[in-house]
Each structure stands twice: as C-alpha cells, then as structure tokens.
C-alpha cells in the first residue's frame, strides 16, 4: 500500500464522544451520512443503515419532522451497529422523545425551538444521558438580523453558530459539534476557516445542496478537500443527490485523496491510441470489485506497457494490457499473461488468495462452496 510523502497536521479540537464513536481530538476524521427513508419506516430505515454500515459509514443521522419519527428511534437503534443521530430542527419536544429513545447526537439549533425552558430541558437530558448536540448553521436560513447586518456571509454563518453556542455554554454544556453549510464552495470554505479561528469544538464539514452525483462530489471534494488540507474538519458527510451509499464511497475516496486514511486505490490510466484492451472497461470493473476489498491496497489498471510496469511497482497488484490479453502483477513484479475477458476475475483470484482477508465475508463463503 502506498504511503503518502506528505502529512497533514490537523488541527486540535475538544473531542466529543458519540455513542462510542470520537469526534476530534486526535480522532481520524469520521465519515457520516443520512437515510432518505421515512423514519417510521423502521424496516427500510434500517435496511438503509446497514447498506451505510457496511459501505463504511460512521454514525448515521435520521429525520425526526413528526413523533411518529421521534417514537420510531429506539427501535432503529436496537437493530444497528452505528451511532444514531436524530435531526430534529425546532420541535423540543421530539428532542426529548427522541432522548428517550435513546439516541446518540441530536442536531438542533438551540436559538430556534422557542422559549428558553424548552433549551434547559433538552440540555439538563443530554447531559444526564452524555449525548451530544450538534449546531448546524445554514446559509440558506440565517436570522434575520444577521442577514441584514453581513448579507448571508461566513461572517454571518459564523457568528449565528456562536450565538447557538452561547446558549449551551451558559447552560454549562459543552459537548458541542458544529457545522456552517453553503451551498456555494468558496463561502463554505471561508465560513469554517473563520469558525476554526474562533472556537475548538469539532466540526462537521459538508457542502449542502451540492448537486447530482458528478457535480456533487466534485463540489463536496473541493470544499471539503481544501478544508481538510489546511487541518479542518474533524467529521465530514457528502451531500449527494443520489443513494446515500454514494457518499460514503466519495467521503472514503477524499480522505484517501489526502492521505488521512488508508482505502483500497485503483490508480489507472486515461487510455490512449497505444492500448490494446479496453481500459475504461477493465478500470471500471476493477474499480467495482476493489470498493468491496476490507483491506487497504493499491491496485494498477495500465493500458500497455509504456507506464504499466512503473505504476505495478508501486502497487500491490496490477495489470498491464497487451494484444488482446494482459499481464498480471503482483508486488511489482509480472506474474501471468491473461486473456483480455479473464484479466479482472483473474486478478481478484489472486487477490483472494493472497490477500483473503481483504476479500469480503460473503465472497470467501461462496468461493470455498463452489470449491
Ligand atoms: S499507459 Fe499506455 S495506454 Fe495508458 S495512457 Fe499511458 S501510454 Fe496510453
């Protein structure tokens, strides 16, 4: 597996512990995501959690907009394997059903759910059951007064998050998430920025509304990707228009871009009028396959031999194409020629043997049964 020459220095935040899983600190950067069912819907929801979970989400969040929601938390939880986080918005009294079920974060402005009882309440309950409070600040609903002031301008993201702040703080709690979505990239960019300099909680980094699944991930891996470069950002969740599956797979892809976890890499080529085989056919399936290897590694897909060999050096496997057929490596070094058809099953054959415990649970079972 390759190692990246350069490392990031992270910035140091309060680390918050939800539901087991940190955020923080020195904690790696975590990876979450939100289902699209109806929350009542316990099974789907469910069924939804468990495709995250498996794709390598870690804490997941619901929509809670009707007690019904709310009601339905405990038992999504009994059933999953991942923190649960309820988005609750205004409606204190779901917050408190909600921690009663049991949940592990709950999203929530504190300055939008009324009187300040309803805020003294939820907190004295978080606090008795160490469940943290996530402000999410959004550019597309900022107060009033603060739109008048700046204009919906990270100075204005910023400031409104620290008034939610403020408000937990005085309530003396502190176990505080925080995030200041744009759906333009620069102001989002900026918003942290500016946020990173003002206080230590940990922050949940995302580009809201960023689009379709290609326009998304570009515009979640830049702004997301130039945050974490400077050392911000300590939770991350890609918002896609698209199954909520997709954004794990991008989320994993930017960390591994920046060398802040280790993944399974396809480094492969464009193709070009020297390539004898299909490399965007075998790139893709190769691709395909190698997002459900458990361990990381780093695979080549090279179109001939111009750079094939160079890049199979450096990877744990690779393939080089030729006439119809292709080379096989492993470790660097050419292994076997291959029919064009059977280089991808193949080269997961090898992997499979060399490697079984990067291969799924479920493809090791069927393989030795068929055997
Ligand atoms: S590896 Fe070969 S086929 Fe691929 S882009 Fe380079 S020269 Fe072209």
Redesign the pocket.
């Known amino acids: 597996m390759r190692e990246s020459a350069v490392k990031i220095e992270r910035r140091k935040t309060r680390q918050v512990n939800v539901g087991g899983v940190t955020i923080g600190g020195d904690a790696p950067v975590r990876i979450q995501s939100m289902t699209t069912s109806h929350t009542r819907d316990v099974a789907q929801t469910v069924d939804q959690i468990q495709q995250l979970a498996e794709a390598g989400c870690e804490l997941v969040r619901v929509a809670c907009p009707t007690e019904e929601d709310a009601r339905a938390l405990g038992r999504i939880k009994s059933r999953i394997t991942i923190p649960l986080i309820a988005d609750i918005h205004f409606n204190h009294r779901f917050a408190l059903i909600a921690l009663d079920e049991g949940v592990d974060k709950l999203r929530l402005n504190p300055g939008n759910i009324g009187k300040k009882e309803r805020t003294v309440e939820i907190v004295r309950k978080a606090k008795e059951r160490k469940v943290p409070i996530r402000i999410g600040v959004n550019g597309g609903s900022l107060e009033e007064d603060l739109m008048q002031k700046f204009g919906p301008t990270p100075e204005a993201l910023v400031e409104s998050a620290q008034r939610h702040i403020r408000i937990l703080e005085e309530l003396d709690f502190y176990d505080i998430i925080v995030s200041l979505k744009a759906s333009d990239v620069p102001p989002m960019i900026e918003s942290y920025r500016l946020a990173s300099q003002k206080f230590d909680y940990p922050l949940h980094l995302g580009v809201t509304e960023a689009g379709t699944l290609q326009r998304g991930s570009i515009y979640n891996a830049i702004g997301i990707g130039a945050l974490l470069h400077q050392g911000i950002g300590d939770t991350i969740r890609v918002s896609l228009t698209a199954e909520s599956v997709e954004e794990i797979k991008v989320a994993k892809m930017i960390l591994e871009a920046l060398g802040l976890r280790k993944g399974v890499r396809v480094v492969s080529?464009?193709?070009?009028?020297?390539?004898e085989v299909d490399?965007f056919k075998l790139a893709g399936e190769v691709e395909d396959r190698a997002m459900k290897l458990k361990e990381p590694l780093t695979i080549s897909v090279?179109?001939?031999?111009?750079?094939?060999p160079g890049?199979a050096h450096e990877s744990d496997f690779g393939i080089?194409?030729g006439k119809d057929k292709g080379m096989i490596y492993i470790d660097g070094k050419q292994h076997r020629v291959v029919g064009e058809k059977e280089l991808v099953d193949q080269l997961f054959e090898e992997i499979k043997t060399r490697r079984p415990e990067a291969v799924p649970d479920k493809e090791t079972t069927s393989s030795n049964s068929a055997a």
């Open positions: 080529c464009p193709s070009c009028g020297r390539a490399v090279l179109g001939c031999v111009v750079n094939g890049e080089t194409g």
